[in-house]
């Protein structure tokens, strides 16, 4: 059971990226999913996050800016990134929780951290 981040890359300050997050080995829209970033000299943030009943959640910081959805024909959740900012840069990884109405940043309840991809916004 694991998911697989892709789509990271450079881009310039106000660019747009799109990641993907596909599930191996379970039905990602069964479970509640989640974004978190992990940025140097800081902790790991969560920033958005999809229940299964497709209630949805933002850090304060991205909010207008990022949108998570669920493409159930792929088993992927995407991440849509728009006005990226320099202070977006990080390792950003896809995880999973138990099902839930809601969605919460704890990372003690989530699992399948893998490799994360690399999100860097510079000019």
């Known amino acids: 059971l694991k998911v697989v981040e892709s789509g990271g890359g450079l881009v310039q300050p106000g660019g747009s990226l799109r990641l993907s997050c596909t599930a191996s080995?379970?039905?990602?829209?069964?479970?509640?999913l989640a974004w978190f970033r992990q940025s140097p000299g800081k902790e790991r943030e969560g920033v958005t996050c999809?229940?299964?009943?497709?209630?949805?959640n933002y850090t304060d910081s991205v909010k207008g800016r990022f949108t998570i959805s669920r493409d159930i024909a792929k088993n992927t959740v995407i991440l849509q990134m728009n006005s990226l900012k320099p202070e977006d840069t990080g390792l950003y990884f896809c995880?999973?929780?138990?099902?839930?109405?809601?969605?919460?940043?704890?990372?003690?309840?989530?699992?399948?951290w893998g490799q994360g991809t690399q999100v860097t916004v510079s000019s």
């Open positions: 080995g379970f039905t990602a829209h069964y479970f509640t």
């Open positions: 995880v999973r929780t138990i099902p839930s109405t809601t969605c919460h940043f704890d990372t003690r309840l989530y699992d399948g």
């Open positions: 999809i229940s299964t009943s497709g209630i949805t």
